[in-house]
């Protein structure tokens, strides 16, 4: 039979009881933690992690479907997950926030971020490697947490097509680490992977459209057999029988006989980087399709940018057609080349350090965003008494979180630190976060009050907390997690989702992605809020003294 494994939805659809954040208050919430265009597009989102998106409204914020997948057979289930990360470029540095001036009125936004000298994480094409490395890690968390099966068994299911990739690789002049990546990304190495109901659609291990096979790749396609053949597999229950029916359907479309979709995909990176000259344009190509990236290049004005100079320095601002193209793909071909270095690195780390592979996933897997990589449990320090964070203030290891939402754009909900009476201690101890962590917060709202145009502030929910608060939380709020929570390390903070304006809205989810493809941060969408946790490298933000 045909099992038809239901996409989870985006960040909101999962679970709540894996996060951490409150939502209105800390007590009384709940908490858990196609492309436009005309140019030739390859695959969908990836068969196991296909993504649509709903449209924006005011006071809310984005929220996405996960599309169906189709295996012949019954497999894992399959349930996609991810979101496109908007590509943006230069943010506000938070040294200078107070040479912002507000915006007032109620004109539509420009969308564009102020430039300021200084800004550590600007793009700047001699530091293009580490931009690259920044996303690659930055969008690593939904395969390590959504490889059917796991990594390592999907890893498993990928290596075994290493021969014929070599092989395919060396003919066609393509990296065989970047097609075993595509092939992690595209099918998760199931040969008969469907990206659903239409045979028109992605199929196969490279997930090549019948449309892209038969005109440009060269290879047989006959989708209504391929359809009565499809069928035919999902009724039968004898093994030897399927096989042979399957063995049949690879005759009459190809893109089910895994050499033939390797060759394809191969060749049709040949193709792509023959025409744009460049490896890493061939493969974001391979998603968005050769006619949509020509697009994209002759708006930017560059034939020869590579993808991290079109990703990161596409600004609304700068290069606002560009943007309008990248944004408006809404299918995640944004990130796709980040996605398959993040498989790379993935079956590059299945083959030389499988227990760092396993460390990286648990991490993963132990939240519903990739926050416990950034700050592992066991080599971060977790505040256990309200004495240790006197001790911390004191110290300079944490810093008040003031209610000054005029000038910084975040408004500190007046029942932060309900809890603190129980525990005989001040509620100012429970609003502050680690300088890096507040530099980010700042930072972030820096950059939603000058693409929204709006003065009005984002509401902070949350900050730190120690292990008695947490405790005491747990009991009171039965979606508290009982787990390590980040917010006890001073790195997590949470806003509400709840926005003055749709621009409001718009931006914060813009600078969340930014934010994301930068890995300064791990965020999850969770029933009232936005839990957010800051890495370490956010003291790049930090004014110097």
């Known amino acids: 039979m045909i099992v038809r494994p239901l996409g989870?939805?985006?960040?909101?659809?999962?679970?709540?009881?894996?996060?951490?954040?409150?939502?209105?208050n800390e007590v009384t919430s709940v908490s858990g933690s196609g492309g436009s265009g005309t140019g030739?597009?390859?695959?969908?989102?990836?068969?196991?992690?296909?993504?649509?998106?709903?449209?924006?409204?005011?006071?809310?914020?984005?929220?996405?479907?996960?599309?169906?997948?189709i295996h012949s057979r019954p497999v894992d289930n399959l349930g996609g997950v991810y979101r496109l990360a908007l590509a943006i470029g230069l943010l506000v540095a938070c040294a200078v926030l107070a040479a912002f001036a507000l915006l007032a009125g109620d004109d539509p936004p420009e969308f564009g971020a102020a430039v300021v000298p200084g800004d550590p994480f600007a793009y700047e094409p001699e530091r293009a490697g580490e931009f690259v490395s920044r996303a690659t890690a930055g969008h690593s968390h939904v395969l390590h947490e959504k490889s059917p099966g796991g990594v390592v068994a999907t890893a498993r299911r990928v290596e075994r097509w290493r021969d014929e990739i070599d092989e395919i690789a060396s003919t066609a002049d393509v990296a065989p680490e970047v097609i075993e990546g595509m092939v992690f990304l595209e099918s998760a190495g199931y040969p008969d992977a469907q990206a659903g109901d239409e045979l028109e659609g992605a199929v196969g291990l490279t997930q090549i459209l019948a449309g892209t096979a038969t005109h440009l790749l060269g290879m047989r396609v006959d989708v209504e057999?391929?359809?009565?053949?499809?069928?035919?597999?999902?009724r039968a229950d004898d093994p030897a029988r399927v096989r042979r029916?399957?063995?049949?359907?690879?005759?009459?479309?190809?893109?089910?006989?895994?050499?033939?979709?390797l060759e394809g995909a191969a060749r049709y990176l040949a193709i792509a980087k023959e025409r744009f000259g460049r490896d890493d344009l061939a493969v974001a190509s391979y998603h968005m399709g050769i006619g949509n990236l020509e697009s994209v290049l002759r708006a930017y004005g560059e034939d020869d940018a590579s993808w991290s100079q079109l990703y990161f320095d596409a600004t609304p601002r700068d290069h606002p057609r560009t943007y309008r193209l990248l944004a408006g793909f809404g299918d995640d071909s944004a990130t796709y080349l980040w996605r398959v270095y993040a498989a790379r690195e993935i079956m590059r780390l299945y083959r030389e350090d499988r227990g760092e592979l396993r460390r990286l996933t648990r991490l993963h897997a132990a939240k519903a965003s990739g926050e416990e990589v950034l700050h592992p449990r066991a080599r971060t320090e977790v505040f256990e008494r309200p004495d240790d964070l006197e001790d911390a203030?004191?110290?300079?290891?944490?810093?008040?979180?003031?209610n000054q939402p005029a000038k910084l754009g975040l408004r500190r909900d007046p029942d932060m630190g309900e809890l603190a009476p129980r525990l005989d201690a001040e509620p100012?101890?429970?609003?502050?976060?680690?300088?890096?962590?507040?530099?980010?917060?700042?930072?972030?709202?820096?950059?939603?009050?000058q693409l929204a145009g709006t003065s009005g502030p984002l509401i902070v929910t949350s900050t730190v907390r120690d292990l008695e608060y947490q405790r005491l939380l747990e009991r009171r709020n039965p979606y508290a997690t009982t787990a390590y929570s980040l917010h006890t390390t001073g790195f997590a903070f949470d806003i509400r989702r709840r926005y003055v304006s749709r621009a409001q809205a718009v931006a914060f989810q813009y600078m969340l992605d930014r934010?994301?493809?930068?890995?300064?941060?791990?965020?999850?969408?969770?029933?009232?809020?936005?839990?957010?946790?800051?890495?370490?490298?956010?003291r790049e933000l930090v004014p110097r003294s």
């Open 40 to 69: 030739l597009r390859t695959s969908g989102a990836g068969a196991w992690m296909g993504i649509r998106f709903s449209s924006w409204s005011a006071m809310s914020d984005v929220s996405g479907l996960g599309t169906s997948v």
């Open 8 to 24: 989870a939805s985006t960040r909101a659809g999962l679970s709540a009881s894996r996060g951490d954040s409150r939502s209105t």
């Open 393 to 402: 203030y004191a110290a300079g290891q944490l810093r008040p979180f003031p």
């Open 225 to 234: 057999a391929s359809e009565r053949l499809t069928r035919r597999i999902a």
């Open 515 to 538: 934010l994301q493809s930068l890995n300064l941060i791990a965020w999850v969408r969770e029933p009232g809020a936005i839990h957010i946790t800051a890495s370490t490298e956010a």
């Open 245 to 261: 029916l399957e063995e049949r359907r690879r005759a009459v479309d190809e893109r089910f006989h895994p050499r033939r979709a």
């Open 428 to 449: 100012a101890l429970y609003r502050g976060l680690r300088p890096e962590a507040y530099a980010l917060a700042a930072y972030l709202a820096a950059g939603v009050r």
